[in-house]
């Protein structure tokens, strides 16, 4: 026995010949966050709908505080949803909408409007109860639904990208209102989204889903800085992290890493977690630890920019290397033109190593 | 679709459609009222001046028309049934004359409405689970269609020997039957995308909400395609209301139903008696009228919605 709310089994999925699922396998503690971060398709939407029990697995079980669900229709598991595109009741006002829950568990009308009030308080939505969904603008419906969640006491709240139909500011409010009101009901959540800021922004834990299985299982900023694998390294971070094939070259107890025509020196410490026999690796580095200088320094890899777009606190820059490019962002205020030479350090404790084959991340 | 602006072109097209619609209504309703020998007149008639309900009379109560023409046609106590000593009207006698169209107006609405009813429920019931359930696959849908894709008389022999090998030519459940699988492939496919169009996950909301998925299509599902069931319902009864060779082939005396009775009037030396079929065409179309003008709104909202979307 565990104390986890939610376990998925090796859970594997398939429509037909296409598998949206493989071998998942997914713990959830009791009042954590949890956030599935994926591109479409992933399989993130998949997982919520069979923790719901809206889908059945081909393989594998899904277990809830201990027992096996699996077999179990939606309204037996008491697990709340927010879809993806929301599904309120359209012929339903907004009142109707939120206490539909509460009205099916023949909760008694009293307590039911008590609650509808309350949960409308705290959702800043009580003006619009009397009034149908069609009339509701964006970030209304998004808290009528989420209303309807909350109005009951489920075990568990599951979220299909609630926050993806929203303009820019209405999403950070939100997010940050969502987070708020976790951590008062101290439910656990599961969380899917395709945004990686969303993810790093609300969850505990981000589990990063590609292609069906589950590739890190991390708190947000491990998945930054310690990426399981490439594909994770590259899904993670904007702009992407860049990527280049390296050679690995020891001579006399000192190492360098050499891509196009760059030489990089690496430190004891990077050099330590690099196996002696690996000779070429793949070298992640973010962009914000390409250091960028006009005058050109001793040791430092000479290139010129090629291009330069503003992102309004920070500017990348792409520096080319004759064979090798890189994205850097730099602070705001540094001017840089194209075609301009620049000198560029990287500093090795800051490069992630990836194995050529795997995909994998070397070292610890 | 923004409104259109009313333009003199408009209203001469719309008018000529509507006289183009209208006109044989018209012509079965003036017909109605004439008497026989201005039913085929050369020039026509177009309103009789010498209007007159004996054609009425014929189909709802022939025996008043027979008594005032003083031929007096009875059912004695006795079950002995004296021949009319008159002709009716279009010089129709005997049978057609003693008979009102009574059994058939009867006949016709207990067979739709039920015939309706089945195929609707059916209809449903296989539009949900091959649209929210993906039952039998993609044959499936196609397979309920190909009753449709050859003409009735193809599939008419059969029923009448499947329908006489167990007793059910000549009944009223045998033409429900009949007529409820004729036309349960249109009330599946039309409800089908009704509810193609309507997302799932308000169904499966309320499942998370506490329903079960049952409960979840009759409370939810149900009312939300309401507009569509209307529609698919009525399209169902005209099909029903009108259908003509299985109720011509599948009856003989006990059961009968107006259209098959429409082809009875007919006299020996008169031909066609048309006054009296355009009597029972315009009482046939009463209900209908009835019904579609209580539920437009329904159907013009529920045949722009879904019907031939996607």
Redesign the interface.
Known sequence: MSDNLLELRSVSKNYGKTQALEELSLALPKGSLVVLLGPAGAGKTTTLRLV???ESPTKGSVWLEGQDVTKW???QRN???V???L?????RTGYENIA??MH??RVPKADIERRVSAIADQLRISHILGRVPATFSGGERQRVALG?AMV?EPKMFLLDEPLSSLDFMLRIELRTELKRLQKDVGKTFLYATPDYTEALALGDMVCVILKGSVRQLAPAQTLYDRPADRDVARFVGNPPINLVRGELDRVDGRASIRFGNVALPLSPEAERNLPSGVKQVEVGIRPENVVVQRQANAGAALGRISDVEPLGMHTAVEVDFQGAGLTATIAGEREFEENQPVSVNILSETMIFFDLVTGKRIGA | MPPKKFTWYNGIGLTLALIFALFPVFWMVSTSFKPSNEWVKQPPVWISGNATVENYLTILWPSVLLEKRGGLTQYTEEGEQKVAETTGVGGAVGDILIKSAWQAIWGSIIISVFATALSIIVGLMAALSISRYRFGGNTTPFFILSGRMFPPIAIAIPFVVMFSDVGATDTYWGLILAYAAVTVPFSTWMLKSFIDDLPKEIEEAAMMDGLSRWMAHVKITIPLIKGGIIATTLFILILNWSEFLFALILTYTKVATIPVQLAKYFSATEGALYGVQAALATVSIVPLVIIGFFIQKHLVRGLTLGAIKR
């Open positions: 719901a029990g809206l229709q939606p309204n697990i709340a949803m879809f993806d595109n599904a309120l009741y359209p012929n539909f829950p099916l568990a309807r009951r």
